[in-house]
């Protein structure tokens, strides 16, 4: 049974930076990717970055990339969001995700940012920023 639990969502002014963790049990596919996720109320779920572990592609939507990194530990087996430079847009609730589906070598971006290739859901964790 997978299952992840993120953490680290707030409030934050503009410009600030928060960490979001992802707490990982019962997934261990190296050749898989894992991500975030966030949904704004009334639009759909959108992929904010997502890594592949094995060799550790990385992938970021446009509208955070420099501001955004996403990364794993292995051993603790959480996966990370380190948001700066947050914005009022970047306002949310934030989602990991896993996926089971083994890529046997590294997925396009459109394919690691897609909520449809991903089967295991956290239960989320809001993002605020005001101006």
């Known amino acids: 049974q997978v299952q992840l639990v993120e953490s680290g969502g707030g409030s934050v002014q503009s410009g600030g930076s928060l960490r979001l963790s992802c707490a990982a049990s019962?997934?261990?596919?190296?050749?898989?990717?894992m991500g975030w996720f966030r949904q704004a109320p009334g639009k759909e779920r959108e992929g904010v970055a997502a890594?592949?572990?094995?060799?550790?592609?990385?992938y970021y939507a446009d509208s955070v990339k420099g501001r955004f990194t996403i990364s794993q530990d292995n051993a603790k087996n959480t996966l990370y969001l380190q948001m700066n430079t947050l914005e009022p847009e970047d306002t949310a609730m934030y989602y990991c995700?896993?996926?089971?589906?083994?890529?046997?070598?590294?997925?396009?971006?459109?394919?690691?940012?897609?909520?449809?290739?991903?089967?295991?859901w956290g239960q989320g964790t809001q993002i605020t920023v005001s101006s």
């Open positions: 995700a896993a996926e089971k589906d083994v890529h046997w070598v590294p997925p396009s971006a459109l394919t690691a940012l897609s909520p449809l290739q991903y089967n295991y």
């Open positions: 890594i592949y572990a094995f060799g550790g592609s990385t």
């Open positions: 019962g997934h261990t596919y190296s050749k898989t990717c």
